[in-house]
């Protein structure tokens, strides 16, 4: 039992399909195995729920959010609560009049993602002709005075062009640019030899990435997120586990974070049977890496735990085989060799062609 | 540097929320979110562009009566700067 902790944010991922197949998405290797979506009055319930519990900010995602035809009844909903409401979105299929329906409702921001700066290696990278309708649903984004996100996330194929991307953001006066580099979970580890930048890459896009940020302060917001692979100490996943984040994925599991079902062993409620309220406070699940008392070595005695919070589980599983361990991804971890090897492995693979293995659905027909 | 006849206003992405659970206010935008105490408070529904960054420190002179003119003054023009360089406020120019 624990009522210290409170959520701001709930993460609604209403459906795993997209139109898109971009070999970095974060949902689960074996999303097309996952059951059916919950339905409309179940998410409105789960909203209501979310709000008496502390959270303040909804982020409606996916796949992709716009594919759910319920989506106004969601906004709607989330601003009669008070929620502030943000649309995460590959900006496809979308109209003018829709987007404009959801502005009425009271959306509050809006988050376009967009894979590379020109369409040819755009489109290669979502896996279908897209940019164009891209840039099209920024426009509208725009012209509607809605605050709009441009999502880049990086990798070894794209980071080059970060000056350009940050010129894209500036033509569109997007309030916020998110340079984010992938995070080598679910597809993205299995695309992670075709992804992973090398150090000289990231430190150049760094540099470019501080300098527009200074330029560009109390104009346009420029988040550069590092690759944990090249941090000296690991990300803080979530800001810790089960303190802040709620996720609830498409078949009505309430998670720690996207990916936590690739973790065995532990066991996640569905809001289609439980309150809100008591998985928080009592899932086995939320409660098994909260606080400190589950911290390995070197987390235990280690100044940073309060901070970093012994980084990402996930990422302790696909890599060490231990969800219990220190993120690999930390210098002080004993596993650190598993991330300097992939490192090599990147400086080595530098200037060769790229084959990605796109998201998709196939393979997983049977059960 | 903010000028005093400038008129503040919060930023289209910006939400003022009374947090039912703290009692106090919260300024929400994409992501993330800054709790405010009493005097951010009053400062941050003041900011409608049009009251001038004066208005505002008179404003609360009169509610904190044993602080100085000038200490007031700099703990508006702190806290407007604090917003405006997360790009919160729109008018100081």
């Known amino acids: 039992m624990n009522h210290e902790y409170r959520p701001y944010t709930l993460i609604a991922e209403i459906t795993y399909r997209c ?80 987007l404009s329906r959801f502005r009425a409702l009271g959306l509050n921001s809006v988050q376009l993602s967009i894979q590379g700066t ?80 090398t150090r000289e890459q990231l430190e150049r896009a760094r540099t470019v990435a501080e300098h527009a940020r200074g330029r560009l302060q109390g104009k346009m917001e420029v988040v550069f997120v590092t690759p944990d692979y090249y941090s000296v100490y690991p990300k803080s996943c979530m800001d810790g586990w089960g303190r802040r984040f709620i996720v609830v994925n498409p078949e009505g599991f309430a998670l720690p974070c996207h990916l936590a079902q690739t973790i065995p062993g532990l066991h996640f409620e569905n809001v289609r049977q439980c309150h809100l309220e008591e998985i928080w406070h009592h899932s086995s699940s939320f409660n098994q890496f909260r606080g400190d008392g589950w911290l390995p070595d070197p987390c235990r005695t280690c100044d940073r735990r309060a901070r970093d919070f012994g980084g990402c589980r996930c990422q302790a599983f696909h890599v060490t085989g231990n969800a219990g361990a220190t993120d690999p991804a930390c210098s002080l971890s004993p596993d650190h060799g598993r991330i300097e090897s992939a490192r090599r492995q990147a400086s080595h693979l530098a200037g060769l062609p790229v084959l990605f293995e796109y998201r998709s659905g196939r393979g997983f027909t049977q059960t | 540097m903010t000028s005093a006849t400038a008129r503040p206003q919060l930023s289209r992405k910006v939400r003022l929320r009374f947090d039912r659970r703290t009692g106090r206010y919260m300024l929400l935008y994409p992501e993330t979110g800054l709790e405010l105490n009493r005097t951010a408070t009053e400062i941050a529904c003041l900011c409608t562009g049009e009251c001038t960054i004066d208005d505002i420190a008179q404003h609360l002179a009169r509610i904190y009566v044993d602080l100085s003119t000038a200490e007031i003054k700099r703990n508006v023009h702190d806290f407007l700067n604090t917003l405006a360089g997360r790009g919160l406020l729109q008018g100081l120019q």
């Open chain 1, 19 to 98: 139109p898109l197949r971009c070999p970095y998405c974060s949902n689960p290797i074996d999303y097309a195995r996952h059951g059916a979506e919950i339905d409309t009055d179940t998410w409105l319930r789960v909203f209501h729920e979310a709000e008496a519990l502390g959270v303040v900010q909804l982020n409606l995602t996916g796949g992709e959010p716009l594919l759910r035809d319920d989506l106004e009844l969601f906004i709607e909903k989330a601003s009669k609560l008070e929620l502030y409401t943000n649309l995460i979105t590959s900006g496809i299929p979308l109209t003018f009049e829709r």
């Open chain 1, 118 to 197: 020109r369409p040819p290696e755009s489109d290669r990278i979502a896996g279908a002709p897209s940019f164009h309708r891209k840039l099209e649903a920024m426009h509208w984004v725009k012209s509607l005075e809605l605050p709009l996100t441009m999502n880049v996330v990086l990798h070894r194929d794209n980071i080059a062009d970060i000056a350009d991307f940050i010129k894209l953001a500036e033509d569109f006066s997007t309030d916020r640019i998110e340079l984010a580099n992938v995070q080598y979970l679910g597809w993205a580890l299995q695309n992670r030899s075709a992804l992973l930048p």
